[in-house]
């Protein structure tokens, strides 16, 4: 997941200025995206005192004045269009449900360990401008959490990826599923033959993999010089290794 | 932070110069010729062939990360077409060292930019 859970951080005007948001902003707010809710399927009231999620036969409940009073703390603008783009951001940000993992989910590879030096696999979905993560209830059946994790790596194979050269570095992006674009990395095989038809054949492959990012790939000298210089946290490995990656 | 391979030797210091589209133009020009020069003397190869890659992967660092990029440039005002080349102190010797390297380029490797 990315992001703020209110969306992005208030100016220093704005911190400075410390604004109450207020329980009658937040039911207006939530009335407001009631009637026309971000996404299909989403059910969003005010009930005795509460905001109540109805999504996927899940209900879930938050009280008002303890998410205004998170808002207020987040430094939200207290104001009806600061609320209402302050709720927007939260749910995006709430988890995902099995229901939707399971039918628009999409494989990328991400940070599997808080540290975020081990990659793993994960089942994530595109949410309001935000990439949420879905993480299997320890309910969930292992053949459900399969045919999710399966259904999902099948979608990451059928995105168009971008193929672009910079001289000795083969760079892949997804234009249509921004943040996603490790997702190419599901089909490595063909990625090399891909750069090779493109005229970069690759005797000793690495790839430098930064998730939310586009994938470089390289023989070892250069991708060497490309990840050691790298500005944010990054992986580079073997491109055989990839086979070796889990679920994270 | 990068999990290098397990067998990487040590990396020397790479330095950022940042260079607009027509410097690195130059400094492609100027490197090419004397490469493919007979008279090339093979240490120096090396270091441009260095200086050549680096060129390319300029421009994939930026496709990759282009967040600290975008904040130097909206920090300084330059265009859109300056990037960080990252060259070594052998490989920013071997440019150097090319008569054929115009002034403008020379000026960034050696002064810095200002606008």
């Given at each position: 997941m990315t992001g703020t859970p209110f969306g992005a951080p208030a100016g220093l005007l704005q911190r400075l200025t410390r604004g109450q948001v207020r329980v009658g902003d937040l039911v207006a707010a939530v009335e407001g995206l009631g009637t026309a809710p971000p996404e299909p399927g989403l059910q969003l009231t005010v009930e005795q005192g509460d905001v109540l999620l109805v999504e996927d036969g899940r209900r879930t409940r938050v009280p008002l004045e303890e998410l205004a009073d998170r808002?207020?703390?987040?430094h939200v603008r207290a104001t009806p269009q600061g609320v209402t783009a302050a709720l927007r951001s939260w749910l995006a940000h709430r988890p995902v449900s099995e229901g939707d993992a399971a039918a628009r989910g999409i494989a990328v590879l991400d940070w599997a360990d808080p540290g975020q030096t081990v990659l793993g696999w994960r089942v994530v979905v595109a949410r309001?401008?935000?990439?949420?993560?879905?993480?299997?209830?320890?309910?969930t059946p292992a053949p459900v959490v399969?045919?999710?994790?399966?259904?999902?790596?099948?979608?990451?194979?059928?995105?168009?990826?971008?193929?672009?050269?910079?001289?000795?570095?083969?760079?892949?992006?997804?234009?249509?599923?921004?943040?996603?674009?490790?997702?190419?990395?599901?089909?490595?095989?063909?990625?090399?033959?891909?750069?090779?038809?493109?005229?970069?054949?690759?005797?000793?492959?690495?790839?430098?993999?930064?998730?939310?990012?586009?994938?470089?790939?390289?023989?070892?000298?250069?991708?060497?010089?490309?990840?050691?210089?790298?500005?944010?946290?990054?992986?580079?490995?073997?491109?055989?290794?990839?086979?070796?990656?889990?679920?994270? | 932070m990068t999990s290098a391979p397990t067998d990487d030797p040590v990396q020397p210091v790479l330095v950022p110069h940042w260079l607009?589209?027509?410097?690195?133009?130059?400094v492609h020009r100027a490197v090419r010729e004397a490469v493919d020069a007979p008279s090339v003397h093979p240490v120096?190869?090396?270091?441009?062939?260095?200086?050549?890659?680096?060129?390319?992967?300029?421009?994939?660092?930026?496709?990759?990360?282009?967040?600290?990029?975008?904040?130097?440039?909206?920090?300084?005002?330059?265009?859109?077409d300056v990037v960080p080349v990252r060259l070594s102190a052998a490989e920013l010797a071997g440019v150097l060292s090319l008569p054929a390297l115009s002034a403008p380029a020379r000026a960034a490797l050696t002064l810095g930019r200002s606008a």
């Open positions: 808002m207020s703390r987040a309001g401008g935000t990439i949420a993560t879905w993480r299997a209830a320890p309910s399969h045919r999710i994790r399966s259904a999902a790596l099948g979608r990451a194979h059928a995105l168009p990826a971008d193929l672009r050269l910079a001289g000795p570095v083969a760079l892949w992006s997804l234009p249509g599923a921004p943040g996603m674009d490790t997702a190419v990395l599901v089909r490595p095989e063909e990625l090399l033959a891909e750069s090779a038809a493109a005229g970069l054949p690759m005797r000793d492959p690495q790839v430098v993999v930064t998730p939310h990012r586009p994938v470089a790939c390289a023989d070892a000298g250069v991708a060497r010089r490309l990840g050691v210089e790298a500005t944010e946290p990054s992986v580079t490995m073997p491109w055989r290794d990839l086979a070796d990656l889990g679920w994270g | 607009s589209a027509a410097d690195r133009a130059d120096l190869a090396i270091h441009l062939g260095d200086v050549l890659t680096e060129l390319h992967v300029a421009a994939a660092r930026e496709l990759v990360w282009p967040a600290p990029i975008l904040r130097v440039r909206r920090a300084t005002g330059w265009p859109a």
